[in-house]
């Protein structure tokens, strides 16, 4: 009769690395739900920011670094709601 030969299941290579499961739920809580809304902070926490320079030092309203805030804030939302 022939040996039945089997491989032991501790030689084989691991499915999973222990706390995967873990890590990515997670990266995805942290990626798909709280870092848009920092962002989204962020981006308004500068716009308030530059509003209240060019009020102190009483220049007057540039689009220019306005623009680029809206413009993230408008792609945050669009993502964020879609």
Do not use: H
Not at 11 to 23: A, N, T, V, Y
């Amino acid at each position: 009769m022939k040996k039945a030969t089997s491989k032991s299941p501790l030689k084989e290579p691991l499915l999973r690395l222990p706390g995967q499961s873990i890590d990515e739920q997670m990266d995805r809580l942290f990626n798909e739900k709280l870092l848009n809304y920092l962002l989204f902070a962020l981006v308004f926490f500068l716009l308030a920011s530059v509003g209240w320079i060019q009020a102190i030092n009483q220049s007057r309203l540039n689009p220019l670094l306005i623009e680029p805030g809206v413009r993230s804030c408008n792609i945050t939302f669009r993502k964020n709601s879609g």
